[in-house]
């Protein structure tokens, strides 16, 4: 049935694809990209309170159900907040939670609100497997859990926004990586096999194309908003160097693309504390299944 056999499948796109794509390349693993042509954008498709929040235009019916039960408890699309916006945080410096082996609080509402941000943002990502992906855990100035991966530094410059710097900055990650990338594919299911996801079936201009993922999908959220577009002024000081990161929490499939910029009050205002983040590049987005 397989056309071909790899690691992970980013669909989108959403800088959450890109994001995604990059940190398991990092990761030593083998990555497919597959993002659709201008008509088959989704972010083209008008909302109301009918448009699915993920997969809009897939009829596969397993593949519908599934993309509708992960956001069956969140607020109808026409009803949502959108966060359009590129978040920066401000941080002081890196300090991974201490305690070998302890596990987070479990907070399902916590849980529920990041999704309902991560779908309402341009920049978020799904990811079908709940995997280690070599993250390090933070904790923000309330005290709550959540787990960073740092995938580089970008400089704004005075000639351009922030949000055009970070998408040509993903885009030549992905190509200094020599991800490979298929243009003009959209996403026509997901494949299961007693409720695991194995693979995706793809659209191409040449046909069906089936893909076997051996850690998994993800997909870029890219909210289909006339409102969702980020402004593209400076977000940060032209010359500032910041960190792209991928920010999530631990037992969620969701996932948003942020900022990180240095800021030695940050302990006091904002975010972390003092340390260092030092990711094991074969470690990262692996899962505990292969780890074994």
């Not at 922030?162 to 998408?167: A, E």
Request: glycine share 12%; net charge negative.
């Amino acid at each position: 049935m397989w056309d071909d056999e790899v690691d992970v499948v980013c669909c989108g796109s959403g800088p959450g694809a890109l994001a995604a794509a990059v940190a398991a390349a990092d990761a030593g693993l083998d990555v497919h990209i597959v993002r659709p042509g201008i008509a088959n954008d989704p972010q083209a498709v008008a909302s109301d309170l009918q448009t699915p929040r993920l997969g809009t235009g897939i009829e596969d019916p397993e593949t519908r159900d599934y993309f509708d039960a992960l956001s069956a408890d969140l607020e109808p699309v026409g009803a949502a907040e959108y966060h359009s916006d590129l978040t920066v945080r401000p941080v002081s410096a890196w300090t991974p939670v201490s305690g070998r082996g302890r596990i987070a609080p479990f907070y399902g509402a916590r849980l529920q609100e990041w999704a309902q941000q991560c779908l309402t943002s341009p920049y978020g990502v799904l990811y079908t497997r709940l995997a280690d992906r070599g993250t390090t855990s933070m904790k923000t100035r309330t005290g709550e859990e959540i787990q960073v991966k740092v995938l580089g530094t970008l400089e704004a410059d005075g000639a351009a926004g922030t949000v055009p710097v970070l998408g040509d900055w993903l885009s030549a990650q992905v190509q200094d990586r020599q991800i490979h990338t298929l243009d003009n594919g959209t996403l026509q299911r997901i494949v299961f096999e007693e409720g695991e996801v194995l693979g995706v079936v793809l659209d191409t201009p040449d046909g069906p194309l089936g893909l076997r993922a051996r850690h998994g999908v993800a997909l870029s959220t890219e909210p289909r908003d006339a409102g969702s577009a980020s402004p593209a002024g400076q977000l940060i000081e032209p010359g500032t160097p910041v960190q792209v990161g991928l920010v999530g929490y631990s037992a969620s499939r969701f996932g948003r693309v942020e900022l990180l910029v240095h800021d030695p009050d940050a302990a006091r205002s904002s975010y972390c504390r003092s340390g260092g983040v030092h990711d094991s590049p074969r470690e990262s987005y692996r899962s505990r299944a292969r780890r074994g």
